[in-house]
Antibody
């Protein structure tokens, strides 16, 4: 069965960076694109970006374009998300999610999710 | 960017049908997904590609999408269906994924 296991909670100071990992198992890691989504306390889900399974290309939300990096280590079947220049507004739970298959184009179902990683930014 | 708008809350009695809507410009021209998120948990995909149910999702969950509105319907809602529900689609303007604001479903 598919499992996405994320790294533990982090506490960071403003201006710092954080790197969250997502260890995948139970499926062929290189065959699926992966996404990062975050959720601030009491807020909606917010898409951050993705890494394409086929060519490792990345695409980021305009909101995070300048300070987010999504990478993967295929040998370790692990996905990473690094966010820099943190502020208190980055306090949120960060989720990795697998993009599932569908028969139509421009269809991006997130069929498996990690358990979430709480990142707290506080001085 | 394109926004997806959801009614903040919906309340039904057990056994009734709950309809949760998601509105966006020409949303019917895109594929919509729906997620269920219970308090303190990760989201769960309940509908994808407008009307398809992933394996393991009960038949009482169904979806449709036309015009500017996608709808998640829960027929015979149960107490265990109490959760926040989020719609999601692809935003062609920004070439990125966008989520709705979420709808809190109460079954009582």
């Amino acid at each position: 069965q598919v499992h996405l296991v994320q790294s533990g909670a982090e506490v960071k100071k403003p201006g710092a960076s954080v790197k969250v990992s997502c260890k995948a198992s139970g499926y062929t890691f290189i065959s699926y694109s992966m996404h990062w989504v975050r959720q601030a306390p009491g807020q909606r889900l917010e898409w951050m970006g993705w890494i394409n399974a086929v060519n490792d290309n990345t695409k980021y939300s305009q909101k995070f374009q300048d300070r987010v990096s999504i990478t993967r280590d295929t040998s370790a079947t692990t996905l990473y998300m690094e966010l820099s220049s943190l502020t208190s507004e980055d306090t949120a739970v960060y989720f990795c999610a697998r993009e599932g298959n569908c028969t139509g184009g421009s269809c991006y179902p997130f069929d498996y999710w990690g358990q979430g990683t709480l990142v707290t930014v506080s001085s | 960017s394109s926004e997806l708008t959801q009614t903040p809350s919906v309340s039904v009695s057990p056994g009734q049908t709950a309809s949760i809507t998601c509105s966006g410009d020409k949303l019917g021209d895109k594929y919509a997904c729906w997620y269920q998120q219970k308090s303190g948990q990760s989201p769960v995909l309940v509908i994808y590609q407008d009307d398809k149910r992933p394996s393991g999702i009960p038949e009482r969950f169904s979806g449709s999408n036309s015009g500017n509105t996608a709808t998640l319907t829960i027929s015979g809602a149960q107490a265990i269906d109490e959760a926040d529900y989020y719609c999601q689609a692809w935003d062609t303007n920004t070439a990125g994924v966008v989520f709705g604001g979420g709808t809190k479903l109460t079954v009582l």
